[in-house]
């Protein structure tokens, strides 16, 4: 099986972005910046629970078209690979790197579409930390991640929400 894909994850503010500048000056590793297209297929194979314990979604609605999970998946990593593969092609390079730090908030469904068929990087840097860069860096943006939403809405503190999505 075919494994030139790296997909870089660790909480934003965790030092992802220098580890991928770090493995990007390899000569076969292509690394470019956050593309969000792993988060966004996440998103397209997230399924909602409804009455009767049914699981609404791509996958099941597919599975109507009699389409397997199997075959959904090999078809939406072909498409999101291929974005990544043809990349890394153009810019002369054997293998490529996706990171977008907040995959991390995505990890059951990119585990899901991508285990097996690509290698997984992880940077662990200390929770405090994370939430105090975190903090920082949504005072100078104004703003916060979606993904950290649910987090910021448990507790009026920014500072204890950035800890709990850490």
């Known amino acids: 099986m075919k494994k030139d894909?790296?997909?870089?994850?660790?909480?934003?503010?965790?030092?992802?972005?220098?580890?991928?500048r770090l493995l990007g000056a390899h000569s076969n590793i292509v690394a470019s910046g956050e593309t969000y297209l792993l988060s966004a297929c996440a998103r397209?194979?997230?399924e909602d629970p409804v009455a009767g314990g049914i699981n609404v979604g791509v996958l099941?609605?597919?599975g109507f078209l009699g389409y397997s999970e199997d075959e959904t998946l090999s078809s939406l990593r072909d498409f999101a690979f291929g974005f990544l593969d043809g990349h890394a092609e153009r810019e002369g390079g054997k293998r490529w790197l996706e990171k977008t730090a907040t995959n991390a908030f995505h990890l059951q469904e990119i585990e899901r579409l991508c285990?097996?068929?690509?290698?997984?990087?992880?940077?662990?840097?200390?929770?405090?930390?994370?939430a105090s860069s975190m903090l920082d860096w949504a005072i100078k943006a104004q703003s916060v991640p979606v993904e950290i939403h649910h987090y910021v809405k448990q507790t009026?503190?920014?500072?204890?929400?950035?800890?709990?999505?850490?």
Do not use: K, M
């Open 115 to 130: 285990a097996g068929h690509a290698q997984f990087v992880c940077i662990v840097r200390h929770g405090l930390d994370v």
């Open 156 to 166: 009026p503190h920014l500072l204890e929400a950035f800890a709990l999505a850490w």
């Open 44 to 46: 397209f194979l997230r």
């Open 60 to 62: 099941n609605g597919l």
């Open 5 to 20: 894909g790296i997909i870089l994850l660790g909480c934003p503010r965790s030092g992802t972005t220098l580890l991928r």
